[in-house]
């Protein structure tokens, strides 16, 4: 949610800004601007739109400056337009600030600075951030660091900020809480940004900011202060991230990549952890908490969106193999309900940015109430990664496309592991079974190739159907989490209003919808329910509904009754939904693609939900 590029060296920093601002557009694109500072003071540049617009509206202008800020913007305080836009200035323009976050007491300290004088130009919060800055700098007579810092001890909210003065160009200053904010380490330069893609074309040396953390940068050197004044050492990491990960790489767009890299990613999920020929698998970070889990009274799982419906898949199988009772709840929910957790429950926390703010306070709130966090993240190094007591990298590898695929196989892959783990160690499953889960979770990266050989095949259903105004998707036991995610993943790119049901609950509602305008998307693959599903597919046909089968290899019962047939390889019903998805995420790409959707930025949705 908003994305924040900033640059100090030596070289043209425009260029390095807008670049990055592309690479950071998955996280906010109703508008974006840069700032940028020399001898000659402060240049600035804003646009409502694409990241594209800003860049066409300031060729042939003067980009010159080898420090300076950028921000792709995410509304959440005023609407999308050119004065929204982020760099904001002071009231006397001498500084700029771009803003990540969302500041709480934001009314308060404007009407205040109102009171004194000050004059606002946009509707947001951030810009009331800046002018507080300058007020305390006016008025104590004190340095620009000093004057941040005051603020900051005033300030309520989450905010990633970085601070530009046309009298100081060689500094920037930046501060973080709540909001993920990442310094890239060069020589004789910095380079800051919401996430590490924007830097790691220039350097692999990273330090990622801490809350209440304030980083003072100079060409000199970095220093990084807390929010009583006191320095710290930055601890710099290096980071193994390939450019090839965050570019398209020959295709349409990152989601149509990342739905193909999938055999991949859900082996890299395993890669290292999982060998069923000598029976070994191993979560090294989580080895230490393990029997924690396994002694579990009951695990509560806190997630959103798409991760919460890898959390669903989860609850499936951990109550089924490991007898542990299991709760799935929304984050936003958990956190002001005044939940119960006692001594004995276990909370996994799954993020796939490890970002996103609902979560990241749940799990605060969980922590103060005692409990133990088990982080199932793929951002490495962010928020949620790092307030976990524990956890487990998902190693997908950065998903770029709003709509999530990758990370939900690779959660799912994950999370499997942890319950088969957690089962064996209990003892809730034979020997046998679980040798027999190692050597199925082993094939699936190939499962999963072979069902990606229905792209054809979806994508002439997508034809047939992408006019549909509205989608029903129905799946019972593994493969009712499947149909919720598949409803998502179509409203969320097709703008096609689309709802996931147990398929059994269809009669107590949905089913007044069935007329022959509404497809139905079933995941049918044979399990346990496979005879009621079959009579639920019937009910739909007996009222004229269209009906897409999602089966497994073989069926030759469904293709009978089903106007529309998509067929995935066997596997155990507990594995199936990392198989069966993958024909609804091929789907809701190529019905999107062809309504003319902007498949990887849609529409109000951002990747990283940083506000409540
Ligand atoms: C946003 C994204 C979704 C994602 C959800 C949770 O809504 O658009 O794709 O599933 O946030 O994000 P997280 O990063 O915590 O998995």
Known sequence: MCGIVAY?????????????????????????????????????????????????????KNISGSTGIGHTRWATHGE?????????????????????????????????????????????????????????????????????????????????IVVIDQNDPNLLIAARKGSPLVIGVGKDEYFLASDATPIIEYTNEVVYLNDYEIAIIRKEGLILKNIEAVQTNPYIQTIDLELDAIEKGGYD???LKEIYEQPKSIGDAMRGRLNAASGHLVLGGIRDYLNRLVSADRIVILACGTSWHAGLVAEYFLEDLCRIPVEVEY??????????????????AISQSGETADTLAAIELAKSKGAIIFGVVNAVGSSIARTSHVGAYIHAGPEIGVASTKAFTAQVAVLSMIAMIVAYKK??????????????????????????????????????????????????????PVALEGALKLKEISYIHAEGYPAAEMKHGPIALIDEEMPVVFIATRDGSYDKIISNIQEVKARK?????????????????????????VTIDALMPLVSVIPLQLLSYYIANLRGCNVDQPRNLAKSVTVE
């Open 427 to 480: 003892g809730t499953i034979t020997e046998t079974k679980y040798h027999e889960l190692l050597v199925e979770l082993e094939t699936i990266p190939k499962k999963v190739e072979k069902a990606l050989q229905l792209d054809k095949k979806s994508k002439a259903i997508a034809e047939r159907f992408k006019d549909a105004r509205n989608f029903l998707y129905l799946g019972r036991g593994y493969n009712f």
């Open 80 to 160: 999308p337009n050119d004065k929204n836009a982020h760099p904001h200035l002071s009231q006397d323009e001498s500084l700029a600030i771009i803003h990540n976050g969302i500041i709480e007491n934001y009314s308060s300290l404007k009407q205040e600075l109102i009171n004194k004088g000050h004059m606002f130009r946009s509707d947001t919060d951030s810009e009331v951030v800046i002018h507080f800055i300058e007020d305390i700098r006016n008025n104590n007579a004190c340095s620009l660091e000093e004057a941040v810092r005051l603020a900051l001890t005033k300030i309520v909210g989450a905010y990633a």
């Open 253 to 255: 767009h990152f989601m």
């Open 545 to 569: 509904g269209k009906v897409i089968a999602i089966v497994t290899e073989g069926d030759v019962l469904i293709p009978t009754i089903a106007d529309y047939v998509l067929e995935v390889p």
């Open 8 to 60: 100090l060296g030596e070289r043209q920093a425009f260029d390095i800004i807008l670049k990055g601002l592309k690479r950071l557009e998955y996280r906010g694109y109703d508008s974006s601007g840069i700032a940028l500072a020399d001898q000659n003071g402060l240049k600035l540049y804003k646009k409502q739109g694409k990241v594209a617009d800003l860049e066409h509206f300031t060729t042939g």
């Open 331 to 348: 984050a936003s929910e958990f956190r002001y309900r005044n939940p119960i957790i006692r001594e004995g429950d276990v909370i996994i």
